[in-house]
Every structure is written in C-alpha cells, then in structure tokens.
C-alpha cells in the first residue's frame, strides 16, 4: 500500500499494538521506539488523543490466522475469538479510515515472518525470523487454511491487507520440495514401521501383562492360603491359652500342695509311730486287764475267806462268851490269845485286801485312760485317713493334671513348630518369587519399556 510513502513518512512517533500481538513483536518494536512511553497497547481514545497532538502512529495488528491457532492451542472456541478480533479490527481500521495521513498499519507477521511455521513443518527454503511458541507449527498452518475459507472475515481482512504493510511472499524451492516430500514418504514408511513395532510391543506388552496378573493371582491365592493357614494356628493358639492358663493355675497350685505332701508324710510317719504305740498300749492294757481280772479273782477270793473269817470269828467269839463263864483263867487268857491273833489276822487281810483295792482302783484308772487313749487315737486315724484320702485323691488329681499339662505342652510345640515350618515355606516362596522376577525383571519388562519409547517419541 501507500508506495508513494517515503522513509521519513514511515518514522514512528508512537507505537501501538493489538491486545493479541506476541512477545517477540513487542521486544522488536521495544528496540525501534523513540522511548518507553511511545509503545503501547492500542486503544481507540489513545490513538485519537495521540493523533490530536499531531503525532504519527504505527498500529501494529495481529492476524485472524493467530488468533484462530491460539484459541484451537488453549482448547477455547474459535467462534468468540473470531468475533471479538473482528471488533478490535474495525476499531483499528476505523482510526486508520479517519487519519490515513498519519497512521501506518502494519501486520505482526512483518517482524515474525509467516515462513518461520513453514520453517517448523520442513516447507520453508529460505531463513526465517522467530515464531511465537505459544501454539505449534501444524495449527498455524491449519489456521491459515481455515481462514482463507471463511466469508464472514473476508471484508475486514481485505481492507487489512490493502492499508497495511505485509511481509513480501516468500519464494520456494522445487528441487527442495522434491527432497521434503521424499523425506515426507521416508518418514512414513519410518511411523508405519514404528506403528507395526508398537502395535507387537503393545501385544507383547499385554501378553505379559496377562501373565503378570496370572502370576500377581497365584501369588495372591497363595498368599491367601497362608492367611487362612496363620488364622486357624491363630485361632488354635487363642483356644489352647485358656488351657495354658489352666495349666500354669495347677502349677501354682501344685507349688502350694508340695508343704502338703511334706506335711502328709509327716503325718504318716506320726501314725504310724502312734500305730505303734497303740499296739504297744493295747499290749500293755490287755496285760493290764488280765492282773486286773486276777486281782479281781483274788480279791473276791479273799473277801470270801474275810467274809468265812468273820463268821468264825463270830462263832467263835460267841463260843467264846459262852466258853468264857465256865472257863478258867488260863484258858481265858488262851482263848484271848487266840481272839488277839485272829484279830491281827483279820488286820492283815484287811490291810492287804486295802492295798489290793487300791491296786484294782489304780489299774481301773489305768485302764480308763487306755481306753480314752485309744478312742483318741481312733479318732486321730479317722481323721488321718480322711485327709490321706483328701492328699491322695489331690495326688491322683495333680498327675492327671500334670499329664494335661504335658499333652498341651506338647501340642504347643508342635503348633509352634508347623507355624514355624509355614512361615519358612512362605518366605521361601517369596523369595523365590522375588529372585525369579529379580533375574527376569529386565527381560520381562522389555515390550513395555519399547512402548513406553514409543508411545513418548513426538510426532513429526
């Protein structure tokens, strides 16, 4: 546009740019303005305030193209965009319609050149200036495209492109497009090769997925019998505790009846010195019992020859009185005599029939005593056999409880020694487990390490 413009018509006083121009055509403009405070963004009243004073602007304005690949980059709908580029558009050509004389238009693409995305796509002969990086090579080009084709923008982008300055058209090579286009199909064949090389990996990949989750299951299972396994020990162990309490009680117990057993044999040996004595009493109380029956015997023996005494004394003495009138002195004093010595007789047996009461009364206390000593000890045997039998059925009671003990001793142990044989065999499988994907792990996990590179390679 504009040919008849010289290079000092085109010196900029101020600088604006559209809301949607890049970073890179700002910094360029930042390098050729007079000063910080004649670039900045474009707004009706600044341009017309500017144009006011007498200043000439440059309004630099991005393309429909940009916006396009920006919204279609951003994942927004290109619609609104469209629109509301179209409206930032009118209000630039409508400063531009006023003041033709002092506004220059200029596209960004003049600093970017629209070559740099051909450049990315390997369609681009000559050097190109730097491209925005907010939005990839391929949506550029799909954006150009797409906005050749739509009606609505033609008008505004008509009159943009005849009031603006545009970049010159860049010039391709055939030769070069020959070389891109072999390379294209080079590439082709290179992704329909890497396709068949993952589609194999991915096979690959799943087959050993299956038999990972196959092995993951067994392990699993296997891991679940030694569960069950660990909770019936488990369980057996909480069902065998209250037995094990038991068995420590006994022990308790059988720690407090030891004095008993020392006492009950104690006991034992006093009966049996007491049996002894017992024989030994009862001895002496029959011996006892037969001087008393003798004693007796002769007791009444002597009562009866006192009680025949008596009676002759008595007669004689009667005899006496009727002997006594009629006799003499000499016989009186004989008849005296003979009164004097069975008197003294009489003494005599009654002195002895005196002491062998006195024999009978202490032998009959004896004898008494022998037979409150024996109930005694009857009582004392009685008593000792109840609790010879209480200690011996505690005996029986305790050895049958130390042969529980035993048993549940024992079936601790062997418990204890299955628990142990399982928890060996378990850490053994674990380990082999481990070893064996240990070695094979690299191998194994080859497929998926090759779609993993695969599937991250960037498409060209």
Same mark, same amino acid.
């Given at each position: ?22 970073? #890179? ?8 303005? #007079? ?16 144009? +006011? ?7 630099? &304005? ?7 690949? *920006? ?13 509301? &580029? ?14 033709? *004389?002092?506004? !220059? ?76 286009? +072999? ?13 068949? +090389? ?24 296997? +891991?679940?019998? &030694? ?5 019936? $020990? ?16 006994? *022990? ?100 002895? $029939? ?30 000792? !056999?109840?609790?010879?039998? !209480? ?50 792990? &690299? ?6 390490? !090759? ?7 960037? *498409?060209?």
């Amino acid at each position: 546009m504009q040919d008849d413009m010289t290079e000092g018509a085109l010196t900029p006083r101020v600088i604006l740019y559209t809301s949607a121009v890049g970073q #890179p055509v700002i910094d360029a403009c930042r390098m050729s303005a #007079p000063g910080p405070a004649s670039l900045a963004a474009f707004a009706p009243e600044a341009a017309l305030r500017h144009l +006011a004073s007498g200043e000439k602007l440059f309004i630099i &304005w991005h393309g429909a193209a940009e916006t396009l690949a *920006r919204a279609l980059a951003a994942g927004s709908a290109p619609g609104p965009a469209l629109t509301e &580029w179209s409206a930032a558009m009118q209000q630039v050509l409508a400063v531009f319609r006023r003041n033709r *004389r002092r506004v !220059t238009l200029l596209a960004d693409s003049v600093f970017t050149s629209p070559g740099a995305a051909l450049t990315e796509l390997g369609l681009q002969v000559a050097p190109a200036g730097a491209r925005d990086p907010a939005y990839p090579a391929h949506l550029a080009a799909l954006a150009d495209l797409a906005i050749a084709r739509l009606p609505e923008l033609a008008a505004v982008l008509a009159e943009l492109q005849a009031s603006s300055i545009l970049p010159a058209p860049q010039a391709f090579d055939l030769a070069a497009l020959d070389q891109i286009a +072999a390379g294209l199909a080079a590439q082709t064949a290179d992704q329909a090769r890497s396709a068949e +090389a993952h589609q194999a990996a991915l096979d690959e990949a799943g087959l050993l997925q299956e038999q990972l989750s196959l092995l993951q299951e067994t392990m699993e299972a296997q +891991a679940a019998g &030694w569960d069950r396994q660990k909770a019936a $020990l488990q369980q057996r162990v909480t069902e065998l505790e209250p037995l094990a309490d038991t068995a420590d009680r006994l *022990r308790a117990e059988l720690e407090q009846l030891r004095p008993l057993t020392a006492e009950a044999a104690d006991l034992r040996q006093k009966i049996a010195e007491r049996d002894d004595r017992l024989a030994k009493t009862e001895h002496l109380h029959s011996q006892t019992a037969a001087r008393l029956a003798t004693s007796e015997s002769e007791m009444a023996h002597l009562q009866a020859q006192l009680d025949l005494l008596q009676a002759a004394l008595d007669m004689q003495a009667a005899e006496a009185g009727r002997q006594a009138a009629a006799a003499s002195d000499q016989d009186m004093a004989r008849l005296l005599a003979d009164l004097r010595r069975e008197a003294e007789a009489r003494v005599a047996a009654e002195v002895q $029939l005196g002491r062998l009461r006195g024999q009978i009364v202490v032998q009959q206390q004896e004898r008494n005593d022998l037979i409150a000593a024996r109930d005694a000890m009857s009582r004392l045997t009685a008593d000792s !056999t109840g609790l010879l039998d !209480t200690i011996a059925a505690q005996a029986r009671e305790l050895e049958k409880l130390r042969a529980r003990e035993a048993e549940l001793v024992a079936s601790l142990e062997q418990l204890h020694a299955h628990e142990t044989e399982l928890s060996q065999a378990l850490s053994a499988e674990i380990a082999e487990r481990e070893r064996v994907f240990a070695s094979h792990s &690299w191998k194994m996990t080859e497929p998926l390490r !090759t779609a993993r590179r695969l599937l991250s390679r960037p *498409r060209s």
